[in-house]
């Protein structure tokens, strides 16, 4: 009788382990889907500063849709600089934290 006990008390464990995977690997795949909205949102939010930056700079709203989209592009690759040398210096100072 104690050894049924002790089976039934491991595979209930295991099946809290096989839960516990579940919620993680979903944890996971939410995680991704945030970092990928935010990412989606940066761009939508860089364009609309680009394009608001255009309409303020002319008293008629003529659009030179490639002047544009290379002002997007450069602005994203600002963010992303500035993004890297704020990871860069996060990591320096965890380093300098852990040493």
Do not use: F
């Amino acid at each position: 009788q104690t050894e049924q006990e002790l089976k039934e008390v491991v595979r209930r464990q295991e099946e809290k382990m096989l839960q516990l995977i579940d919620k993680s690997g979903e944890v996971t795949r939410l995680t991704e889907e945030v970092s990928q909205l935010k990412r989606s949102l940066q761009h939508a939010e860089t364009r609309a500063k680009v394009l608001w930056e255009e309409m303020q700079g002319q008293e008629k709203p003529k659009v030179d849709a490639a002047y544009i989209q290379e002002r997007v592009l450069l602005r994203q690759e600002l963010d992303k600089l500035r993004m890297l040398l704020l990871e860069k210096e996060d990591e320096k100072l965890q380093l300098s934290n852990k040493y």
